[in-house]
């Protein structure tokens, strides 16, 4: 008898408890390349509800390392790890812009990430490429 009031009230609790719908999609665009010592940027597009912050991983030579966090509501972000050289902005609930202030291949150079959570979902990475050379006038 137990045994069956044990099963029926952990199949109540499992129908009652409401499902986690997931995580954002994300697509991530490098915005081509970056030259050593200058700006570049990087671009996220967000789908879907955010379960736990956009965070932009940079590739740092092998050994990715957390750059920028983003809340919630994508109203707010802030360095990760007190790490400088870094800001994103939010152009849109949809949308957030990654600025790298001086861009330094041997951090900056890879594959980049923008994910929600830990794990994320979707095209969430790109390659940035290092340019070679002077910079061309636009």
């Known amino acids: 008898m137990s045994y069956t009031c044990t ?3 952990w199949m109540c609790i499992l129908v009652l408890i409401p ?3 997931g995580v954002a999609n994300t697509a991530i665009n490098c915005m081509g390349g970056g030259y050593s010592g200058q700006s570049s940027t990087l671009a996220c597009a967000i789908t879907g509800s955010i379960a736990s912050g956009i965070r932009w991983v940079r590739p740092n030579g092998g050994s990715p390392q957390e750059v920028i966090w983003c809340n919630v509501a994508n109203t707010m972000c802030i360095p990760a790890g007190g790490l400088t050289g ?6 849109s609930p949809t949308q957030t812009t990654l600025t790298i202030d001086s861009f330094d291949a041997a951090t900056d150079a890879g ?3 923008c994910r929600d959570g830990l794990i994320g979902q979707g095209p969430s990475s790109c390659n940035k490429t290092f340019f070679y050379g ?3 006038a636009q």
């Open 7 to 9: 099963l029926c009230l």
């Open 19 to 21: 499902s986690v719908s």
């Open 134 to 136: 002077p910079i061309e």
């Open 111 to 113: 594959e980049w990430i």
């Open 86 to 91: 870094y800001s994103a902005s939010i152009d």
